[in-house]
């Protein structure tokens, strides 16, 4: 089973994260902490669903 480091979607979507606390940087005070905190926070979890998918495959082959 290979570790969620080396998934191409786990990094792209690390990635998408960074760009995402440099762009909301740039926002308005009112934006910033309402919409910027709720888009970051969608992405995290969408990375620890990633997370948890990965370490909960199961192979059905018997490897």
Known sequence: MTTYDYLPVYKV???????LFRFTKGFTREYKFTLG???????????????????????ICGC
């Open 13 to 19: 979507s690390y990635d998408l994260l960074v760009e």
């Open 37 to 59: 905190e709720s888009i970051k926070n969608e992405v995290i979890e969408m990375i620890r669903n990633i997370y948890r998918a990965n370490s909960s495959y199961v192979c």
